[in-house]
């Protein structure tokens, strides 16, 4: 045989073989059902090993999960990233079902990694989750909690409707009252000004006031006062957050980590400030301090402790304010509705706030609210299997994750009607009691139900009602085109190509432009 024939047919050979253990493992992994896990979820197929989904999910994970629902009529399904096991599960009662199963299904894994992603020592880490012991009565509290169960205590305290959650409101609406008047627009946010007019970035300005206020209502003054740069860092590094929630390699996420780090280091510094510096801060700050120091927290990991509370507050509500107001302003209709809603509420340049949040005596504005909640949230939320547990008929098996996007069911027709594909705040006017709604989860659900719901809502209608009585607003138009047909501004499109948790953030460079005057009747 020629040397060119016996190659060639080596070849074939080799690739013959490999065709074969490919349809085995494609047979093997989407076509059998392994007779030891009968019940568990299938594989949604897909074409290269360990790779999986793993492309499609980083690209847009939104068409990823619709398509796992469709092809599996809403059973939970396997989904393979990078070799790591997903099991999704999509539909409100198999939702409730993963919130009951407390003990098989743990959320405490997701909390480990996320200290770990800021960096706190696996000393610190471990004092996290420390249980006390029983002699130690100076820190014991009731339970016996380790220290995550009682920050998520204080964090309740504070943030449930009842006296500390007024004590915050009044600290972050006189910085909104701040930062919406026309001389503290931030220099930032400001594109262009005159006597008369000034043009803002709306993202930016939504972002720099409302992280600010959060900051200074948690934290006090001397955190912002000493760091200048904090705002801009954290908006900054809440850009690719999501690299340090995914577990991105560190190598090729410097733009997460840089400005992570300086974040970091101004924790770090406020922690090292005398105490009578600091007594201005909220008490789930003071309080949860206390705690840490007792236990023998270092301080760099009390610093870190406050930097991820201080990422988890503010990394949402920026964005919803961004497109309540976007939504508004591009529906004159909408906007002139609100503004006559809210006008009893805001007298003498001060606002009602207890009354903005009233769905009964403001139910456009709360409709919008929920509303932009159910159009731009990808909120998402994730348990580790401990133990074999059934969800929705299928059985789960530890070494696996359990994934719930609730973003499907914020789109379902069935709930949402005919037109859930577009933005409608009419939708909530009409059927009321929608807000509670099963499929209806922006603020997820079970013992992870996020308590900052209340102030998040205090704190986006907060800024519009200021910014709506204070200011006329208008659409500036872009710099295209000629200057006797300037283009129009379209609508700011959604960053679904970018793994999101919460609210979803505008394409870049879809920002919107805005042109604010002084209202002739403002308040």
Excluded at 288 to 307: C, H, Y
Aim: net charge positive; hydrophobic share 40%; glycine share 6%.
């Amino acid at each position: 045989m020629q040397p060119t024939a016996y190659f060639s047919t080596k070849m074939l050979y080799i690739v013959a073989q490999i065709v074969v253990l490919y349809l085995c493992w494609y047979v093997w992994t989407f076509k059998l059902t392994l007779p030891w896990r009968p019940k568990e979820p299938r594989s949604l197929p897909y074409l290269i090993p360990f790779v999986g989904h793993a492309r499609w999910f980083f690209k847009d994970r939104d068409a990823l999960f619709a398509y796992g629902k469709k092809y599996f009529n809403d059973d939970p399904c396997t989904l393979t990233i990078a070799g790591n096991k997903l099991y999704m599960v999509t539909m409100p009662q198999q939702f409730s079902e993963v919130y009951k199963s407390t003990t098989a299904l743990s959320f405490d894994l997701f909390v480990r990694e996320l200290h770990q992603g800021f960096s706190m020592s696996p000393k610190g880490v471990e004092k996290m989750w420390e249980v006390p012991m029983a002699h130690e009565k100076h820190r014991t509290p009731p339970g016996r909690k380790h220290l995550v169960d009682r920050s998520s205590d204080f964090h309740r305290l504070q943030l449930l409707p009842g006296p500390q959650l007024e004590e915050l409101n009044d600290r972050f609406l006189s910085r909104i009252e701040h930062g919406t008047s026309w001389n503290n627009v931030p220099k930032s946010c400001i594109v262009s000004s005159t006597s008369e007019e000034m043009t803002v970035s709306l993202y930016r300005w939504c972002g720099e006031v409302l992280v600010d206020a959060a900051t200074r209502a948690f934290y006090g003054d001397a955190l912002v006062d000493t760091e200048p740069r904090l705002i801009h860092d954290f908006l900054e590094f809440d850009e690719h957050s999501w690299m340090l929630l995914y577990q991105y390699p560190s190598i090729f996420a410097k733009v997460m980590t840089a400005p992570r780090d300086r974040v970091m280091r101004s924790f770090d510094r406020y922690v090292s400030l005398p105490s009578e510096r600091r007594q201005d801060a909220a008490s789930y700050t003071k309080s949860l301090e206390a705690e840490q120091v007792k236990a023998g927290v270092a301080p760099r990991d009390i610093a870190i402790g406050f930097q991820i509370f201080h990422f988890a507050m503010n990394a949402n509500a920026y964005k919803m304010c961004f497109w309540l107001l976007a939504h508004t302003i591009f529906d004159r209709s909408l906007l002139a509705s609100i503004r006559m809603e809210i006008a009893p509420a805001v007298k003498g340049g001060k606002i009602d706030i207890n009354y903005l949040v009233d769905e009964a005596r403001c139910p456009i504005l709360n409709a919008a609210f929920n509303e932009a909640l159910r159009y731009t949230s990808a909120a998402t939320s994730g348990r580790v299997v401990i133990s074999p547990t059934s969800v929705g008929g299928k059985m789960l098996y530890p070494g696996a994750r359990v994934l719930m996007p609730y973003r499907l069911g914020h789109f379902d027709e069935h709930q949402f009607g005919p037109n859930a594909n577009d933005f409608d705040p009419q939708r909530f006017l009409k059927k009321k009691g929608l807000a509670n709604n099963p499929a209806y989860r922006p603020f997820g659900g079970g013992s992870q139900y996020c308590s900052g719901r209340f102030l998040a809502r205090r704190e986006v209608v907060g800024f519009l009602a200021f910014a709506l009585d204070r200011f006329e607003m208008d659409l500036n138009s872009t710099g295209a085109g000629s200057a006797a047909e300037p283009v129009p501004q379209r609508f700011p499109r959604q960053d679904v190509n970018k793994p999101n948790l919460g609210i979803i953030s505008p394409m870049p460079g879809d920002d919107i432009r805005v042109s604010i005057r002084h209202r002739k009747n403002a308040s």
